[in-house]
């Protein structure tokens, strides 16, 4: 039974542009619940031009939290007053905590009166970059240490994925982008911060472990693979994650497996991430077994 709504019912809210396909909703509402809070969760649709008003609106509103999605991860970065240490590597987040002024300490928003009277903060931090070394591990069996692995897009998810990927050491780390120059970008950055990592750019054309989908193609059922059927075969990969999570299968998981490789969707870095933002938010271990539940009912039922 959901909870009344009262007027002491504290938010958050989810942005993205589209952000119909959303199971935040579901799983943070489930999490909420268990927690036994008096918090709703919600999901607006919001143009990126209209970001900035947003945010400004969720903070005045005193929001306890925000999860930023397509396309405001690398927006959002120049729209929060200030951003977590190990977020900085990152260059992108999806998650947001207000806090408050008070005692000369800066204080979330959960631990505060709803009607206090502060001045209020938006704190930037991402929860992405370890849910995918996660759900890499429990839902595809694969440790990126020492494997070789293609990652397509270079865009916010990619970058910080591989970026990621890369402090856990892979054999071979290769970069595919439309855009050459982007994935030659994040390549540079990756043999600043991690040398030694081996970064080539393009396909491999020999067998890899793992291909990760980090790009938007497959949100519709009509999108092209992600990846250059021309330059790459997926039997050339034993395991395949796509980050997408709705639609459940994809183009490319559906073609994956007809080519016999292991496939995960989104699933499983949707969950960590989400759990790690309400814990940021409410200082209280999330309960991930009944937002893994939540995910699988609004997803799979």
């Not at 990927?165 to 600043?192: C, D, F, G, M, Y």
Request: glycine share 6%.
């Amino acid at each position: 039974m959901i909870p009344e709504i009262t007027a002491t019912t504290r938010l958050c809210a989810v942005y993205g542009h589209p952000i119909k396909h959303s199971a935040s909703p579901a799983m943070q509402n489930a999490g909420i619940d268990a927690l036994k809070l008096n918090w709703r969760y919600l999901a607006c649709d919001v143009h990126p031009d209209h970001l900035r008003e947003a945010i400004n609106g969720a903070k005045a509103m005193r929001f306890i939290g925000l999860n930023l999605t397509v396309p405001h991860k690398l927006l959002a970065l120049d729209l929060v007053d200030h951003i977590d240490e190990a977020a900085k590597p990152w260059g992108a987040i999806n998650t947001i905590r207000f806090e408050g002024l008070a005692h000369n300490q800066w204080i979330p928003l959960a631990q505060l009166p709803p009607d206090a009277e502060n001045k209020i903060r938006a704190v930037g931090f991402n929860t992405d970059a370890d849910a995918i070394i996660r759900a890499l591990k429990e839902d595809l069996n694969v440790q990126p240490t020492g494997a070789k692995i293609l990652l397509m897009g270079a865009g916010g998810a990619g970058r910080a994925a591989a970026l990621r990927i890369a402090q856990e050491h892979p054999a071979e780390l290769w970069l595919a982008n439309r855009t050459r120059s982007k994935a030659e970008e994040v390549a540079k950055e990756i043999h600043a911060r991690t040398p030694g990592v081996t970064v080539k750019i393009g396909y491999p054309s020999t067998e890899i472990d793992l291909a990760i989908n980090a790009t938007s193609l497959g949100l519709k059922p009509d999108d092209a693979l992600p990846c250059d059927t021309g330059a790459f075969n997926l039997k050339q990969t034993r395991a395949v994650y796509d980050m997408i999570y709705r639609p459940a299968e994809t183009p490319l998981l559906a073609a994956a497996k007809n080519a016999g490789c292991r496939t995960a969707n989104g699933l499983g870095m949707l969950l960590y991430q989400g759990a790690k933002a309400l814990e940021i938010w409410s200082g209280l271990a999330a309960p991930i077994d009944v937002m893994r539940a939540a995910l699988h009912r609004q997803i799979y039922v």
